[in-house]
């Protein structure tokens, strides 16, 4: 048993057109609630002016199904319209199982019976209800964040079936940048986009992704668009519930030219390697020979039956050296780096 009143402020709408009944579910609401705040409308009419009054926050509506000017599904369709994020439960003196499933079915928060009615049902009815309301807003809202950050993503993303490997949603990061469009990426599997010799190993990986499903992956891929270009693709993934599905999100960043330029780096440091080798080596061999020649003039002179001879060798070693120093340079030229 209640032993003390719900002190929080809520805003409640009735609507109703009988005076004994709206007076009846006052009374049960003033039981239950400190210091409820109401409003009533007698008619379409006057909801509908109450419910799109922007001074009013309602926190819930008591809709009567048959009032004067407007009555039954047609009544709960415009209500719908008007305050589609209001919880809205139904009071009729109609026991109708049948119509009272059916108004269930067309989004209504609960559907009470006036004869059946007391302060502590009603009561729990409007505080379920606008709780139930409040966790289904703010799903709402969590799973359009979600969308957002999902579709809007300028990184290709993409949510794949654990069991099946069906692409279950695309961004259109992903679309643009593979070339297959959202209805082509529906009807393909993830094997669609892999090079036909890499399958075998992204089954294993499948495998093991699925029977560690709480665990995170990284790793870089080799993918395969539309037109057929091959790209490498650095992965991260991670487990999620998709509607009714077990899925894998996928978020993909081409990483091709990234690596095209670290393999040009590589390669080039390998021209530089040979460059040094050349210059501590090759180029030190007619150099020193030439510093011995020299050394020889300076320290003894050049007598006139040697100096022919030393002279050709100086030239020879000269030669020698030009020619080490030209391959260097083409060696040198060759080494280009794009910046990036």
Not at 43 to 69: G, H, M, Q, R
Not at 160 to 170: A, C, E, K, P
Not at 204 to 224: I, P
Not at 316 to 338: F, H, M, N, P, R
Request: proline share 3%.
């Amino acid at each position: 048993m209640k032993t003390s009143k719900d002190n929080k402020p809520y805003q409640i709408v009735i609507i109703e057109d009988n005076p004994g009944d709206y007076t009846l579910i006052v009374n049960y609401l003033e039981e239950q609630f400190l210091s409820p705040k109401i409003f009533w409308a007698k008619n379409f009419k006057e909801a509908k002016k109450l419910v799109t009054d922007a001074t009013i926050c309602s926190d819930l509506i008591l809709l009567d199904l048959s009032l004067p000017d407007k009555s039954g599904e047609e009544l709960i369709t415009e209500m719908f319209l008007l305050c589609p994020e209001t919880p809205l439960i139904i009071l009729t003196g109609l026991s109708d199982n049948t119509f009272g499933i059916k108004s269930l079915s067309l989004g209504i928060s609960d559907y009470l019976i006036k004869d059946e009615l007391d302060a502590n049902l009603l009561y729990k009815s409007i505080i379920y209800n606008i709780e139930r309301k409040k966790t289904l807003l703010q799903l709402a809202t969590s799973e359009k964040r979600y969308s957002d950050l999902f579709h809007l993503s300028p990184q290709p993303m993409w949510v794949y079936d654990t069991v099946s490997l069906r692409f279950l949603d695309v961004n259109e990061a992903a679309e643009k940048h593979y070339g297959y469009s959202l209805q082509e990426f529906l009807g393909m599997t993830i094997k669609d986009i892999r090079p036909v010799e890499d399958i075998p190993e992204m089954h294993k990986r499948v495998e093991f992704l699925n029977e560690n499903e709480g665990s995170h992956s990284l790793g870089t891929f080799r993918h395969k668009k539309k037109n057929g270009e091959i790209i490498y693709v650095e992965i991260q993934s991670n487990i999620i519930q998709f509607q009714d599905s077990i899925g894998r999100i996928i978020l993909a960043s081409d990483v091709t030219e990234r690596l095209s330029y670290i393999e040009a780096i590589e390669k080039q440091n390998e021209k530089l390697k040979e460059i040094a080798w050349i210059q501590s080596h090759v180029v030190r061999a007619p150099l020193a020979r030439m510093m011995s020649l020299i050394d020889i003039i300076k320290n003894f002179g050049i007598e006139e039956n040697d100096s022919e001879n030393l002279l050709n060798n100086l030239l020879i070693s000269a030669e020698e050296l030009d020619v080490i120093i030209k391959d260097i340079t083409k060696k040198s030229e060759g080494i280009q780096l794009d910046k990036k």
